[in-house]
């Protein structure tokens, strides 16, 4: 099962962007799926509204993997010995969880927080093969308007600029979330 979770992580974006590229399409199975049930077909890729959920939804499905097998990891650190004792002093499963599985658990959620925000801050292939930023610029993240103004517009000297923008506001927000964790630890 860890491996059928994992799976999303190691799979290219590439790939990926384009099979969520099929599902969502105009004629594709999702919309197959929604004329099924008798709802009228959804323009997901072309809309400004659905265009950015479907990113979403292929980030959330690629990250989860990872995440969850760090997860993993970060429970099976927690010695067992803790809730055996909780349970000899009278905790419930809602006490053992506040107590001794989320302090346990705090620098796994420091490492996931940090990590996903990083990874969401750099997404690129997922508007690059899905959208081409578009429609109505509504899924231009930063990277790709990095991308378009270096590549496109052949502003090398902006675009350096706003990775500049996008390399301190990935440290300030690095540096809040380590600062947060430090404050709920002491």
């Known amino acids: 099962m860890r491996t059928a979770y994992f799976i999303p992580s190691i799979t290219s974006l590439v790939a990926v962007g384009l099979g969520f590229r099929w599902l969502f399409q105009n004629d594709g199975p999702v919309n197959g799926f929604l004329n099924g049930l008798g709802i009228e077909s959804i323009p997901w890729l072309s809309s400004p509204t ?21 997860f993993l990891a970060g429970l099976q650190a927690i010695p067992m010995n803790r809730y055996e004792a909780a349970e000899l002093d009278g905790a419930n499963g809602w006490q053992q969880f506040w107590y001794i599985t989320l302090p346990g658990l705090r620098p796994t959620l420091i490492f996931v ?38 590549f496109a517009q052949f502003d090398m000297g902006y675009a350096a600029a706003v990775a500049i923008v996008l390399l301190a506001i990935t440290l300030v927000l690095v540096y809040v979330q380590l600062q947060f964790s430090k404050d709920k630890s002491s």
């Open 50 to 70: 659905w265009a950015m959920p479907v990113l979403v939804l292929l980030s959330t499905w690629k990250q989860l993997g990872f995440n969850m097998v760090v």
């Open 113 to 150: 927080g940090v990590t996903t925000a990083i990874f969401t801050l750099r997404s690129f292939e997922q508007p690059y093969v899905m959208t081409g930023g578009g429609p109505l610029n509504s899924t231009n993240l930063l990277v790709f308007y990095i991308y378009n103004q270096a």
